[in-house]
């Protein structure tokens, strides 16, 4: 809200409810302009990444999979153990931490440009709306008329098409869950092999279906977490889609041959385009609002009637309201370059543990209960447990080896083989000579070799007579 305007009026209520709580339909006037071009690019790009990624492999592994029930995850082509839960720990800190900072400097850029339901809705539903039903007036006009053989047809398509479209997603999804070589089996066997799973993908079609042909923005404004909690995150110097009503102000239609400085007119000429174009059909002139999702075409639709009249363009922006308010144009304070290098140092921190993930990792134990045993040939031995996790896509041959001590490694068992995607178990006996051995308890490092390359070693205890 800026005080300066006096077309503010205090709203206690969502823009899309009347004074009797009842929802009133955004009938969105189709968008144009630059920066609408950028969100196509960048919302096209978007969604061949989603549907197309679940077809590409890295050695014989989707790039992505998130089985959660058998905890198998997949990231990039590598996968991911309960061993490396402090990396998925540390990302979901990060994430959170990035959510907040980039949302106090940035705002809600997230939410107009690449989030999956503004990708959705604006790039796919509301296009095929707009093909089907016409412009927002002929909606308008379609949906106040009777029922009649038009509107049924029209409607009947739409929604055969909206649906058809939820399921086809719900699949992409369950593509990222059981991977596509699986999902394209499950649709090549019978429904009746599937049925609970055919319904279940029905059930989650039908409830995006409604998310998106009868919620709509309603999700953004109500349902949406991250949307509830930019009234905590923005301040003054966050960076939204704003109104220089300094420049706007007073607003006034347009006269021919008039001149508005002179008669103390703004460069708003008050023709509600920035209105009509919003899909979560708030007036942008209010200031800052919860409903607002930073789209941009607000900006497109201002840009071209500031053309048309003559006018400087960037009426409306993206710039903050300190800035607007004090006459300045892309002031950036010292806290939000502090916070990008913050980010940016969070990101590395994940590429560098991501970087660091082993291939094959090692957990040696003392087996527990047992001393000492002492071989006929005066030498003693202590019992070890290992657990050998080999997190490729390979068959790798294990071995053990004292590092610094005269002695020698026996494994229980078969030739000791880490099975690709496996964990491999055992036991071996560490056997070391009286005269290495220093007092009851001595330190020993057992280096772990994949071939004859060590990935790992580990210290552990020698227990021996007294």
């Known amino acids: 809200m800026t005080p300066e305007n006096p077309y503010n009026t205090y709203r206690d209520q969502l823009a899309t409810l009347n004074d009797s709580g009842k929802r009133k339909w955004v009938y969105a006037q189709k968008p144009k302009g630059k920066l609408y071009n ?62 907040v900072f980039f949302t106090v400097s940035y705002g809600r850029i997230w939410c107009g440009w690449t989030c999956p339901q503004t990708v959705f809705m604006e790039f796919i539903f509301r296009k095929i709306e707009y093909l089907i039903e016409g412009s927002h007036q002929e909606q308008r006009k379609l949906d106040a008329q009777s029922y009649n053989f038009e509107k049924f047809w029209k409607k009947s398509l739409k929604a ?5 479209i939820c399921f086809l997603i719900t699949n992409t999804f369950l593509s990222y869950i059981i991977g596509i070589d699986e999902l394209w089996k499950i649709m090549n066997d019978p429904i009746s092999e599937h049925k609970v799973g055919f319904t279940v993908a029905l059930a989650f079609s039908a409830v995006m279906y409604f998310v998106f042909a009868k919620l709509r923005e309603q999700v953004c404004s109500m349902i949406c977490p991250y949307g509830r909690l930019q009234g905590v995150l923005l301040d003054s110097n966050t960076i939204v889609v704003a109104y220089d009503y300094k420049r706007g102000e007073e607003r006034a239609p347009l006269e021919a041959g008039e001149d508005r400085e002179e008669e103390g007119k703004g460069d708003c000429i008050d023709c509600y385009q920035c209105v ?43 710039d903050s309201e300190k800035n607007i308010a004090e006459g300045k144009k892309n002031n950036w304070p010292v806290r939000k370059i502090a916070y990008t290098i913050v980010l940016t140092a969070l990101i590395g921190v994940v590429i560098a543990l991501f970087a660091s993930r082993t291939d094959l990792e090692a957990i040696i134990l003392r087996t527990p209960g047992l001393m000492y045993q002492q071989q006929d040939d005066g030498k003693i031995s202590n019992m070890y447990n290992f657990k050998v996790v080999n997190k490729t896509t390979q068959e790798v041959p294990i071995h053990f080896k004292i590092m610094d001590h005269e002695g020698e490694i026996k494994v ?13 178990e055992g036991v071996f006996f ?37």
């Open 38 to 99: 950028y969100r196509n690019v960048v919302s096209y790009i978007l969604l061949a990444l989603m549907f197309g990624l679940p077809f590409v492999k890295i050695g014989g592994e989707p790039l992505f999979l998130f089985q959660v029930l058998e905890r198998k995850f997949i990231v990039f082509g590598v996968r991911f153990w309960p061993q490396d839960f402090h990396i998925f720990l540390f990302s979901m800190i990060t994430l959170f931490v990035f959510i």
């Open 160 to 164: 055969i098409i909206f649906y058809a």
């Open 276 to 318: 009509d174009v919003c899909p979560t059909g708030i007036d942008v002139r209010d200031g800052t609002q919860l409903e607002c999702i930073n789209c941009t075409a607000c900006i497109d639709e201002c840009n071209s009637v500031m053309e048309w009249v003559g006018k400087p363009k960037g009426l409306i922006r993206f």
């Open 412 to 424: 229980i068992g078969e030739e000791l083989k880490a099975n690709a995607s496996s964990i491999r």
């Open 430 to 466: 560490a056997i070391l000579p009286m005269q290495e051995i220093k007092g009851d308890q001595i330190p020993i490092q057992i280096g772990v070799y994949a071939d004859d390359r060590l990935i790992e070693e580990v210290e552990l205890t020698f227990v021996g007579p007294n």
